[in-house]
């Protein structure tokens, strides 16, 4: 099995509810890519105690240093079990490759080697003044009198579905946050990201799993909540770069083409089968769906490349 099938195969035994499946064909994948931070996260869900979780994260962390989505979500799981957010909540020996077999017995967590005396660093002789970074700028939310808390994103993949004979591409994005003590879900607020997949790939690649979010909740019903980055202005940001731009005036380009194929042809045939049927009595023969599929996809596609020509 490829590894990404592998990954893929373990995803979906997962959201079965086999989580004892998909651990043996999950840790030979994270021992060949223990820099996948989405493969760590998946490890993580197939334990259902917190502390089997955290297990997870932190030899995560070992292999991915300073990582921030795992510290992330080592924060949120940590204060969620009310444990101290300086220290590890479980002591084990460096490893040079993940070893998932050690935390599939949770209870046998004591440490076998003794710690040696930290040695005393030297001072440096220059310290470095640190680098001023340029702030990011405030994000307007949608409802600025609501308190916000640090989430993660869970859940982040494109779904297919179909309105008759029309494919229609869900973006299904839900992130993980925690109000007193709770966890919570908030979810994507629009299920249809555009009638293409190319949007609902934009807003999927931009919150992978692992992602930290800020959230914004109802401080008498924190399950109403809003992620602010969840907007109009990620999609059309992202859009705006030039290298995107350039890809979405292809595309329009191309969808233009193909709707005059489609009404050249509908129209073409139009003709030939009203020749043809008034040999027989018949007064004409209309391709009406090809001519009006073409006009909307040539109209469609016009708009699109004049607003995105430079």
Not at 55 to 67: A, G, S, T
Not at 95 to 109: K, Q
Not at 262 to 270: H, N
Not at 271 to 296: H, K, N
Request: aromatic share 10%.
């Amino acid at each position: 099995m490829a590894t990404d099938d592998a990954l893929s195969e373990a995803i979906r035994l997962i959201k079965a509810g086999k989580r004892p499946e998909a651990q043996p064909v999950l840790e030979p994948f994270i021992q060949a890519n223990p820099q996948n931070i989405q493969a760590w996260m998946w490890e993580a869900e197939i334990f259902l105690d917190d502390r089997d979780k955290i297990k997870v994260m932190e030899i995560c962390l070992e292999h991915n240093p300073d990582h921030p989505q795992v510290i992330k979500a080592l924060t949120i799981l940590k204060t969620r079990l009310g444990l101290p957010l300086d220290k590890p909540a479980f002591v084990s020996p460096p490893a040079p490759a993940p070893v998932i077999s050690e935390y599939t017995r949770p209870r046998n967590l004591v440490p076998t080697h003794s710690p040696q005396p930290a040695s005393t660093p030297k001072p440096p002789a220059e310290i470095p003044l640190p680098k001023q970074q340029t702030p990011k700028p405030a994000i307007r939310r949608k409802h600025p009198d609501w308190p916000t808390t640090e989430g993660v994103v869970q859940v982040s993949e494109i779904r297919e579905t179909r309105t008759g004979y029309t494919p229609v591409y869900m973006a299904d994005i839900s992130a993980m946050y925690i109000v007193n003590n709770k966890d919570y879900t908030v979810k994507y607020p629009r299920g249809k990201a555009s009638i293409t997949p190319y949007d609902a790939q934009i807003l999927v690649s931009n919150f992978p799993p692992g992602k930290g979010v800020t959230v914004s909740y109802h401080p008498k019903n924190p399950r109403r909540a809003w992620v602010d980055e969840w907007n109009n202005r990620t999609l059309q940001a992202f859009k705006a770069r030039p290298g995107i731009q350039s890809q979405l005036v292809q595309r329009y380009k191309s969808r233009m083409w193909s709707g005059c194929g489609w009404l050249v042809g509908g129209i073409a045939a139009t003709v030939i089968g009203t020749m043809v049927m008034s040999q027989y009595g018949y007064a004409y023969i209309a391709f009406t769906g090809a001519i009006v599929y073409g006009l909307i996809q040539f109209v469609s596609g016009l708009f699109g490349w004049l607003w995105n020509m430079d």
